[in-house]
């Protein structure tokens, strides 16, 4: 036989592998708890060689886990694989019968799982034979060949090293001179300052609060190497993304206006809607472990978290199957991981569900939409209490057009320039001494004497009305000259969104509509237009007597109208038409550069 033939036969030939041993394996363990733990100590769900027998095996696996004393039995198996959509896969349950009612003694399963296991490690051989031929053919030198043959070789090391006997158990047991050696609190944290290597962390928001937006410009420039949130940069992260929550053409918009490119994506690996199965169970946790070691990822995203289970977000017994099943395997490999997940009906509990999901995590991060673009990121639980717990964000955005300028979307951190020598060289109950109060106090350059009057209470600071007015035109003045100071909740531009976020914009004075509220998302719909001025109600002290009573709402200093909208919430005393520094709208901000005083994308 000449070899173009050989190669032909090896192309529709059947790999090695024993059904007959695989059926008693499978059959067996559905009945036994003792049958599956020492079958375990010979052989692993990737030793067998047909899908419908590791998804049994997956399945028992489960089972044992989350329940200490009885054995599984056939019909848990099948309801198991029913609830996970994948009956089909087991010819409608059919094969579970069959395999369960031609079952073995208990005793006799590791006998044949050694059968399985040899005949795997042939499989294993056999298709590094087909890799090395691939290789020759497409013309790959001896240091390539050497290369893909370390690499079998060392992994049939590690297997053997791990995945027999009780090596992989004793693995776990720390060796107290290296573990003491080790300092864990010099341990450089990841980008951004949010987490560590090897921790794990949520981050909990409302739909309208962007987390998938925040954490995809996080993580693209975590994996290529980019400063996060004004940290220095660091050696890009492998990272993998599961998203089960935004469609692709939602996720192009958004890379593209972080200014992502098809060769500048570093290390970031992102699996679209992937097909694995529940992450509170075995054969879920068994899917990602698989797509964490063919990616290398060092740090796994779960966008969102509640769409990738399968038990109810209330019972505890989901968090607790999510953390064995998935992310206990990958805090045991070092391997980081983030889920996101939504707010309760009441956000004062944090995320929605059982407690039990926040148990098992190292920080839990909250972010929350304040307004024009500001952000919120606190965190409310922590392991470790190591890095900041608060971060103030703004979420800057261009239009160009009708979509979202390249480049033109970031996150970087809220800063105030405020001299530092300014508070202590300005005499005490002077103007400039309150000004650099309120600077240093982070309160928003425009803000009005209402809100300037309130947080100079809160400080206990005394300031008569003459002085409180002063004191917010030249922080307002200040405004004016320096666009960047400008409060994050005035809109960059009336043409463009407020800010890339999925919170509608009110209609724009010229009657534009409002269009798409962040990349990748729906348009919003535009706002109620302003409220007309009404006359001041008056109350009559008898019949034809004119009212003296007080409007409840205060009034403009100079034409007496209520005032409304952020004139009033802002504690302005004149309506725009009536104000004496401009005598119009005051001037709008222009739109953020890369020139401006902000961590440069």
């Known amino acids: ?258 200014g992502a490119g098809p060769r500048s994506m570093g290390e970031l690996r992102y699996a679209s809607f992937p097909p694995v199965r529940p992450l509170d169970t075995a054969g879920g946790g068994a899917d990602l472990l698989a797509m964490v070691k063919a990616t290398g990822a060092e740090l796994v995203v779960i966008d969102t978290v509640s769409r990738f289970i399968s038990g109810p977000e209330n019972e505890a017994d989901t968090w607790l199957n999510l953390y064995r099943h998935t992310l206990l395997p990958l805090k045991r490999d070092r391997i980081a991981s983030v889920r996101l997940d939504h707010f309760g009906k009441d956000k004062e509990r944090g995320g929605r569900g059982s407690s039990a999901k926040t148990q098992d995590v190292d920080h839990v991060w909250e972010l929350t939409y304040q307004g024009g673009g500001a952000l919120s990121l606190k965190r409310t639980h922590t392991r470790t209490g190591i890095g900041p717990d608060q971060f103030s964000i703004l979420r800057q955005s261009r239009r160009d057009g009708d979509n979202w300028a390249l480049g033109g979307t970031r996150h970087v951190l809220m800063t105030y320039d405020v001299d530092p020598d300014a508070l202590a060289a300005a005499p005490p109950g002077t103007d400039e001494y309150i000004i650099s109060v309120l600077d240093q106090a982070g309160v928003p350059f425009d803000a009005g004497n209402r809100v300037v009057k309130a947080k100079l209470a809160d400080l206990q600071i005394p300031a008569g009305s003459d002085k ?67 006359p001041p109600s008056k109350g009559g002290t008898g019949e034809g007597t004119p009212g003296t009573g007080e409007s409840p709402t205060p009034l403009c200093n100079v034409c007496n109208t209520p005032l409304h909208g952020y004139r009033l919430d802002r504690g302005y005393d004149t309506c725009i038409g009536c104000d004496p520094e401009t005598g119009s709208h005051p001037d709008r901000p222009t739109h953020p550069t890369n020139d401006a005083p902000h961590d440069a994308a």
């Open 1 to 258: 036989m000449n070899r173009d033939q050989a190669d032909q036969d090896g192309l529709t030939r059947t790999p090695p592998h024993d059904i007959e041993a695989e059926e008693y394996v499978t059959g067996v363990i559905m009945h036994s708890r003792l049958a599956f733990e020492e079958c375990s100590l010979v052989i692993n769900r990737e030793d067998l060689y047909r899908p419908a027998h590791q998804l049994i095996w997956d399945t028992v696996a489960g089972i044992i886990a989350t329940d200490a004393v009885a054995d599984p039995h056939p019909a848990l198996v099948r309801a198991e694989i029913e609830k996970q959509g994948q009956l089909h896969r087991v010819d409608n349950g059919n094969l579970i019968y069959r395999l369960s009612s031609e079952t073995i003694a208990w005793t006799m399963a590791v006998a044949f799982a050694e059968r399985i296991a040899e005949t795997a490690r042939q499989r294993r051989y056999d298709a590094h034979s087909t890799a090395l031929k691939a290789a020759i053919d497409r013309g790959a030198d001896g240091d390539e060949l050497a290369g893909l043959v370390a690499d079998f070789q060392q992994g049939e090391a590690l297997r053997e090293n791990t995945g027999r006997g009780p090596a992989h158990l004793t693995a776990s047991l720390l060796d107290w001179g290296t573990f003491f050696a080790t300092d864990f609190g010099a341990i450089q944290l990841l980008p951004g300052k949010l987490m560590g290597p090897g921790q794990q962390i949520t981050l909990v928001g409302d739909g309208k609060a962007g987390k998938s937006l925040f954490c995809q410009e996080w993580m693209w420039r975590m994996a290529t190497g980019q400063s996060v949130l004004g940290d220095h940069a660091q050696a890009p992260v492998r990272i993998l993304y599961l998203d089960a929550e935004n469609g692709q053409e939602q996720v192009q918009e958004r890379f593209l206006s972080f």
């Open 468 to 534: 409180i007015s002063r004191v917010v035109k030249a922080r307002q003045n200040r405004v004016k000259t320096d666009a960047h100071q400008r409060s994050p909740e005035r809109s960059p531009d009336l043409d463009q969104m407020t800010f890339p976020g999925n919170v509608p914009r009110n209609a724009s004075r010229d009657g534009k509509a409002a269009g798409q509220t962040f990349p990748g998302n729906a348009g919003g719909t535009p706002g109620t237009p302003p409220v007309p001025p009404v």
